[in-house]
């Protein structure tokens, strides 16, 4: 690795508001990552190489901040958030990984805005585009979040839509890099509902040759759109996607077992669907077909007793919250790499 900036330069480079000093001090590997402008709505907006390098990169602003280096690359820049729905992790690892890299983030709740009174997504996201440098967005609808970004002339980061959660997916296959190693060997196991989430985990993770193995009730499968792109990228990188409805057909033999909520943001209340999932629980059985090292992952807000049992996310095995942690070094290197 080459050498960086001495924590003296990147501290001048945070306080003189010279950003182009700060990325001018980054290491080789992460300037040579770079994704100028990039912006990320959905998986396949980022090649294996382009993933490949935001994993480097959030590993390296990890043990930055393990250290206590200060890395204020994005000195002087300005990040704004339009959040649509509720959010714990996202919004507090993009406002906190922007002031670590030394820039400021801003947060606006969509009903706090002119789009309540008739402004297009479009006018909006323009508008917003002469104020900031990149924009993370959570909208309801996937085609609003498209409709936002054809507006935007600074990044655009999918913040979560009910189709596509990519930056989640990122920092899980973080988690399984950091835990595993080789991601290669690995098979993951996804259990319940074939949602964004879900979606976001076979097009990241095939991408990058994880193996996956999905279980859902026929009626809440994973879009077959989306199926299709994880099979071609599985293809290319030598990973395999299948499907069943039997939870533990899914985790024989697997290295992770994977659930989300079984009803997601806009959806509550559906008596149909929470009974079609109810047996897509990940149980103590579950967790048993899967390997011996195998652990649990959930990207949470978790619902104990529906979609896994208590014993299971408070067990030994559960990584959720090196999951949530991943997320914070994650944000951070996609708003590094696509802002700096
Ligand atoms: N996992 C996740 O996206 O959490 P939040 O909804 O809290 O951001
Ligand atoms: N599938 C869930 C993920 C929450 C982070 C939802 O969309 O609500």
């Not at 182009?20 to 959905?42: K, N, Q």
């Not at 509720?86 to 801003?106: I, K, Y």
């Not at 199926?227 to 990973?239: F, V, Y």
């Amino acid at each position: 690795m080459s050498a960086l900036g001495s924590a003296e330069e990147l501290k001048r480079a945070g306080s003189d508001g010279d950003e182009t000093a700060g990325i001018a001090a980054l290491p080789d590997f992460v300037a040579t990552a770079r994704l100028p402008g990039r912006s990320v709505l959905a998986d396949t907006d980022l090649t294996a190489a382009a993933i490949a390098g935001l994993l480097a990169t959030a590993a390296w602003l990890k043990e930055q901040r393990r250290q206590g280096e200060p890395h204020p690359y994005l000195a002087g820049k300005t990040l704004g958030m339009i959040f649509q729905h509720p959010s714990t992790r996202t919004r507090n690892a993009f406002q906190a990984g922007m002031e670590q890299l030394g820039g400021h983030a801003t947060f606006l709740g969509t009903h706090e805005l002119q789009l309540t009174r008739g402004e297009t997504l479009a006018d909006t996201a323009a508008i917003m585009s002469r104020y900031v440098d990149g924009i993370a967005a959570r909208f309801a609808i996937h085609d609003d979040l498209v409709q936002f970004a054809a507006g935007a002339s600074v990044p655009v980061y999918n913040a979560l839509t009910e189709v596509y959660h990519p930056i989640e997916a990122l920092s899980d296959v973080l988690t399984l890099q950091e835990r595993f190693g080789d991601l290669s060997r690995l098979r993951l196991a996804y259990v319940g509902d074939g949602n964004n989430v879900c979606h976001s985990l076979l097009l990241s993770g095939a991408a990058m040759g994880l193996s996956l193995a999905v279980a859902s009730p026929v009626a809440y499968q994973p879009r077959t759109d989306v199926l299709a792109n994880a099979r071609a990228l599985a293809a290319a990188s030598g990973a395999t996607i299948t499907l069943t409805d039997d939870p533990l057909l899914a985790a024989d033999g697997a290295d992770a077992i994977y659930t989300d909520a079984h009803e997601s943001m806009g959806e509550e209340n559906d008596p149909a669907k929470e009974a079609a999932l109810a047996p897509y629980r990940v149980t103590e059985a579950v967790m048993a077909a899967a390997k011996s090292a195998a652990v649990f992952m959930h990207c949470l807000p978790i619902h104990r007793g529906q979609e896994v049992d208590e014993a299971v996310v408070d067990g030994p095995r559960s990584i959720v919250f090196e999951q949530a942690e991943n997320r914070l070094h994650m944000h951070k290197a996609l708003l590094l790499l696509t802002m700096g």
